[in-house]
């Protein structure tokens, strides 16, 4: 048996003839015996535009990518007593303020004397109106003198920072 089928798979036009259960392929029809032939796809004006266009996103992408991994980051913004000054008298703590909120269970600081030696404090906790505040009390008045405060705190979003500064107590 031979039949002559129109090939309707995926827009295929041409003719395929059917031999016992085989499939052979048949000159494709003219032009004019296809039909109406679809209109060619416009081509792609400012092409070039497109592209900078692209760029022009992308770059502002990884800008916004960059500024905030730049800013994850807790800073220490204040500190009392203050860096690099002199305090009339012994402070009762040490408050530090960071940019973003911290964790005072994986916070704290070691507080050291002008020979190294450490300074006993009491536990680190932040100030319950704002969460950006480490609290340190201290255990006993400070003697006149300088003193270093080394500390480290984790941000609410798991970010680690560690930093110093100095301060001087004078009677």
Do not use: C
């Amino acid at each position: 048996m031979t039949t002559i089928m129109d090939g309707a798979v995926g827009g295929d036009r041409s003719q395929h003839l059917l031999t016992s259960g085989r499939a052979r392929r048949l000159p494709a029809r003219r032009v004019w015996e296809r039909g109406p032939v679809p209109p060619p796809s416009k081509p792609r004006k400012n092409s070039a535009m497109s592209k900078t266009n692209s760029m022009v996103v992308f770059a502002l992408f990884a800008t916004s990518i960059i500024a905030t991994s730049a800013n994850a980051h807790p800073k220490l913004t204040s500190a009392t007593p203050p860096a690099d000054l002199s305090t009339l008298s012994s402070p009762t703590e040490i408050r530090l303020t960071f940019s973003e909120g911290v964790i005072p269970k994986f916070s704290g600081l070691e507080l050291k004397d002008q020979s190294g030696k450490t300074i006993a404090t009491g536990p680190a906790a932040t100030d319950p109106k704002d969460k950006k505040q480490l609290v340190v009390p201290l255990k006993t008045p400070l003697a006149v003198g300088g003193y270093t405060v080394n500390w480290h705190v984790v941000s609410e979003d798991t970010h680690r920072v560690r930093g110093q500064y100095s301060f001087r107590v004078e009677h």
